[in-house]
T-cell receptor, first 112, second 114 residues
Framework: KQEVTQIPAALSVPEGENLVLNCSFT??????LQWFRQDPGKGLTSLLL?????REQTSGRLNASLDKSSGRSTLYIAASQPGDSATYLC???????????FGQGTTLQVKP | DGGITQSPKYLFRKEGQNVTLSCEQN?????MYWYRQDPGQGLRLIYY???????QKGDIAEGYSVSREKKESFPLTVTSAQKNPTAFYLC?????????????FGPGTRLTVL
């Protein structure tokens, strides 16, 4: 059974710092790994999708990597800004149903 | 604008009542999903539908029911059999149901039992 874990649960950094969010999964037989952002009381916004055959994806200041052999993905945020404050969720896509298994999220606070 | 809409944004239910949450998408996606989010937890899958007139139970389907009569609509009914329905409900869709398709989410419905 696939389990997804995100550590730490919360993170507070000063503005301008580069940071890394971690995501680990127990079953390496994934189709993809998707990173989302969630603002308080809102739905999820898709940030990056890494297919199982890919090693990384980039969008602006965001870079996500995937290492299936070690069961890990990281989300790198460069030059963090207060507007980056949110909860970041990773989810592993498994099987042929499109089902996503979610981690519990990392809540990020970027202080001005 | 293409996207996923959910209504209502807030919903209050009395004990013993059934309520229905709406989810509509105009992305022409075949697959649709319902997730539940509890405070401090990740999302858990309730039901999913890979195609019109077909749907499957997810990990926590007890106390819920769905229908998929139209491609763009996937309503979720929370029945009185659901013991702890207070949660944030999120609907999602993807172009196909295979595991490599990106999922897109609606804004959510917050359900509170009075």
């Amino acid at each position: 059974k696939q389990e997804v874990t995100q550590i730490p649960a919360a993170l507070s950094v000063p503005e301008g710092e580069n940071l890394v969010l971690n995501c680990s999964f127990t079953d390496s037989a994934i189709y993809n790994l998707q990173w989302f952002r969630q603002d308080p009381g809102k739905g999820l916004t898709s940030l990056l999708l890494i297919q199982s055959s890919q090693r990384e994806q980039t969008s602006g200041r965001l870079n996500a990597s995937l290492d299936k052999s070690s069961g890990r993905s990281t989300l790198y945020i460069a030059a963090s800004q207060p507007g980056d404050s949110a909860t970041y969720l990773c989810a592993a896509g498994s099987g042929n149903t499109g089902k996503l298994i979610f981690g519990q999220g990392t809540t990020l606070q970027v202080k001005p | 604008d293409g996207g996923i809409t959910q209504s209502p944004k807030y919903l209050f239910r009395k004990e013993g009542q059934n309520v229905t949450l709406s989810c509509e998408q105009n992305l022409n996606h075949d697959a649709m999903y319902w997730y539940r989010q509890d405070p401090g937890q990740g999302l858990r899958l309730i039901y999913y539908s890979q195609i019109v007139n077909d749907f499957q139970k997810g990990d926590i389907a007890e106390g819920y029911s769905v229908s998929r009569e139209k491609k763009e609509s996937f309503p979720l009914t929370v029945t009185s059999a659901q013991k702890n329905p207070t949660a944030f409900y999120l609907c999602a869709s993807s172009i196909g149901a295979l595991g490599y398709n990106e999922q897109f989410f609606g804004p959510g419905t917050r359900l509170t039992v009075l």
